[in-house]
């Protein structure tokens, strides 16, 4: 195991992870959030599939089985997601997350 | 392996998918009447929950169990996908009994209300992947499983699809849903990469021999907040008072009831091997600086959660001025006393737990049908409005008093004994597990103030006039449709259900003590 290639990798995947999340924070727009929320989906995708490649045998196997499994699952949530958007879009005609605050005491 | 020996232990699952595709065929085919989708829901589920009960060997149903003997938890080889355990049993049947409760109430609603296909078969499909949750023994099984009731729960607050308050709620639950998926999935990809695989029985049995403490930690750091999350703790508990509030409260009910408690069996599960028994170690390498005996670090920081959680919810439900708000907060409280169990660790305590699960369900969610209902009476969101509603609708006021005092911990009431299992567990452990006891039962006492003043509103205040049932009726021509007392005969005995369970649990604790205690003892001997 290549200890200076892995510090590379989490560092890099651990980047998309704080990219994401600063956009989740900080966008108002449905669409760009859900874009953040994918991009820091994907650090996690990333992680699997380089844990994967550092070990051997059945559980690097494992490793990418599960950041396929998780791409699927991804893409599901963002449909889901883009119902949602629809709906709301239909019924406020805006997508500004800022907007809705109709549940606040 | 033939198919049906193969399909046996999963009937449960199986008949929940049939009953969710049912209901999407029969809304194809234009059958839309409530009450037909809504008599699929109650039956799939009743049926579900009918075999659940069976393979925990209850005496009238026990000849129906379809796992085999001995396969319940038996001490799992190699690195297997799902685990039946005793506990997960138990749990499956709360998630179902949730979800029945839910459906049978929803009878109820009128027959020609939109969507209802949709509604019962996100319902559905929702409790399957609860139901998948608590069979999981495999890191990425757990998160696919939450993730299937996740996305199930955020269309079921939105089904509605006209109203925007709901849209709101679901605009939320969506946002921090995704974002805790992301959180638990980043932690279990830094798990896998420290470990080497996502079995929990596996991770389980490398105690000692783990070389990364840095991975490990944060990996457990991440996975706390992503099931936080959905399990409503502080300070990852602010969407669900908008969530509960803006969905339709029969959803809020099943959200109270069911769906939270898919993240305290998740950390259950994924948090009481590491507790017990892992512990890391250096071995060389960039992440491994120093040994980190996990158990100790775990242990502090559940607990804070579980002591923050608890106050937090129990100090701003008594600020709350409106019914559905108020219930939230005290539901976000209830999940802290939940917390106890797993950051103390020991089988009494998780016994103590899960019983608090198993009455939550009754309480709280009982508690919310009776909103339901009284609000398709036609009383406002309020607190106030339901000023002298225990004199004007005497037996719905002392069932939903019943709950209220349950919640509370009052004698005779499912939810002292919940309470005392629980906290004197925590007694029982010693170290500063004490003071969790001491801040749970602070809390409880505080509680009361609000509960009480409900009680107080319902009871003891003269009602306003407008909302007088006779005469001119203010609410138009909803309690003409509504039979059996205003509420509907599926929802007035799905209230009924909830108090029978209140009362008989608390009158005779053994029913479903000792069994809880027996599963418990289980979990914790085999350790995932």
Redesign the interface.
């Known amino acids: 195991m290549t200890s200076l290639a892995e510090i590379g990798f989490v560092a890099l995947s651990s980047a998309l992870l704080a990219i994401g999340l600063f956009g989740i924070l900080t966008r108002r727009n449905f669409i760009l959030l859900l874009i953040a929320i994918e991009i820091a989906m994907n650090a996690a995708i990333l992680n699997f599939i380089y844990f994967a490649a550092f070990s051997s045998g059945t559980a690097g196997l494992t490793g990418q089985a599960i950041a396929v499994v998780v791409i699927g699952f991804a893409a599901t949530e963002v449909a889901v997601g883009l119902g949602i958007v629809l709906a709301l879009n239909r019924v406020k005609g805006t997508i500004n997350v800022a907007r809705a605050t109709e549940l606040k005491l | 392996m033939d198919i049906g020996s193969f399909a046996g232990p999963f009937l449960p699952e199986i008949f929940l998918l049939a009953g969710a595709l049912l209901v999407f065929l029969l809304d194809v085919l234009n059958v839309r009447r409530n009450e037909v989708v809504g008599a699929i829901a109650v039956v799939t589920t009743a049926l579900a929950l009918l075999f659940v009960v069976a393979d925990l060997g209850f005496a009238p149903f026990a000849g129906l169990a379809t796992i085999p003997a001995g396969a319940i938890d038996a001490t799992p080889s190699g690195a297997p996908l799902y685990t039946f355990t005793s506990l997960g049993l138990v749990f499956q049947g709360v998630f179902l009994a949730a979800a029945f409760l839910v459906s049978l109430a929803s009878l109820s609603r009128p027959s020609e209300e939109r969507g209802a296909p949709i509604f019962y078969g996100l319902l559905l499909i929702a409790t399957l992947g609860m139901v998948l949750v608590a069979i999981a023994s495999d890191l ?1 099984f757990l998160l ?1 499983a939450i ?1 299937v009731s996740s ?1 199930a729960t ?2 079921l607050v ?1 089904y509605t ?5 709901s ?6 639950f ?2 921090i849903g ?2 805790s ?2 959180l638990s ?2 932690g ?3 798990l ?2 420290a470990y ?3 079995n929990l029985v596996a991770i389980a049995h490398v105690a000692g021999t783990v070389g990364y403490p840095v ?1 490990v930690l944060l990996g457990y750091g991440f996975l706390i907040a992503g099931l936080a999350f959905k399990a409503t703790l502080v300070p990852f508990h602010a969407w669900a008072v ?1 969530v509960y ?2 969905a339709p409260t029969d959803v809020s009910s099943f959200l109270a009831g069911g769906s939270k408690k898919v993240g305290i069996f998740a950390f259950f599960l994924v948090f009481l091997a590491p507790i017990l028994y892992v512990r890391t170690a250096p071995s060389g ?3 491994t600086t120093g040994t980190v005996a996990l158990g100790p670090v775990l242990q502090l920081t559940l607990s804070v959660v579980a002591v923050l959680t608890m106050t937090v919810g129990n100090v701003l439900a008594l600020l ?3 019914m559905k ?1 108020m219930l939230a907060y005290s539901s976000i409280s209830q999940a802290g006393y939940m917390m106890i169990g797993i950051a103390v660790g020991t089988a009494p305590a998780l016994a103590g737990a899960t019983l608090q699960v198993f009455a939550h369900v009754f309480m709280k969610g009982g508690a919310f049908l009776v909103v339901a209902g009284v609000s398709a009476l036609g009383v406002g969101p309020l607190i106030e409005d339901w000023r002298g509603l225990g004199t004007r609708k005497p037996v719905l006021g002392v069932a939903f008093g019943l709950m209220l005092l349950s919640l509370a911990g009052v004698p005779l009431t499912v939810g002292f004994v919940s309470k005392f299992v629980l906290f004197s567990a925590a007694v029982d452990a010693r170290g500063y597990f004490v003071w969790l006891a001491v801040a749970g039962l602070l809390n409880s006492a505080l509680s009361v103030f609000y509960y009480a003043r409900v009680l107080k509103i319902m009871f003891f205040d003269a009602p306003i006039p407008r909302a007088q049932p006779t005469g001119a009726v203010v609410g138009g021509s909803e309690p003409a449709r509504l039979p059996a007392g205003g509420l509907g005969y599926g929802r007035a005995m799905a209230i009924g259900i909830a108090v029978a369970v209140i009362v008989a649990a608390g009158i005779y604790p053994q029913l479903v003590l000792g069994p809880i205690q027996n599963a418990a003892q289980h979990f914790v001997n085999l350790g995932i």
Request: glycine fraction near 8%; aromatic fraction near 14%.
């Open positions: 990425i696919l993730e996305i955020y269309l939105a699809r006209r109203d925007s308050r849209l709101e709620a679901a605009m939320k969506y946002i995704a974002l998926t992301v999935f980043f279990a990809s830094l896998y990469g080497g695989t996502t991975l908008d509030d803006g390498g960039p992440f709350q001025k409106e708000r």
